[in-house]
Nanobody, 124 residues
Framework: QLQACGGGLVQAGGSLRLSCATSGFTFRDYTIGWFRQAPGKEREGVACLGNFNQNIYYADSVKGRFTISSDDAKNTVYLEMNGLKPEDTAVYYC???????????????????WGQGTQVTVSS
């Protein structure tokens, strides 16, 4: 299971930290990805972290502003979002797949397990 939380309403330039708590699988063997879906748009990959080798990849749209990290003791992955822009407004989801990554894994179909979304709204 995956449970995402931490969304909210923030002004442009602000920050939020999303959390994705996982359970029911061996955390270290899985890659966790963060995705977002804005109204009327397709779901897009934002960042992913391979827990086995700690490889991390970001979408160009968030590179330098977002940071993905994990806490193995808590089986939780975080997405620290800084410098938020109105275009970051979306429902954010975390997802998991049993995989060791050596490159970006940022497509929806590449993941097997999904958490519920958490809404992030950035006002201008």
């Amino acid at each position: 299971q995956l449970q995402a939380c931490g969304g909210g309403l923030v002004q442009a330039g602000g920050s939020l930290r999303l959390s994705c708590a996982t359970s029911g699988f061996t955390f270290r063997d899985y890659t966790i990805g963060w995705f977002r879906q804005a109204p009327g748009k397709e779901r897009e990959g934002v960042a992913c972290l391979g827990n086995f080798n700690q490889n991390i990849y970001y979408a160009d749209s968030v590179k330098g502003r977002f940071t993905i990290s994990s806490d193995d003791a808590k089986n939780t992955v975080y997405l620290e979002m800084n410098g938020l822009k109105p275009e970051d407004t979306a429902v954010y989801y975390c997802a998991a797949v049993l995989a060791i990554i050596v490159g970006p894994l940022l497509y929806e179909h590449e993941y097997d397990y999904w958490g519920q979304g958490t809404q992030v709204t950035v006002s201008s």
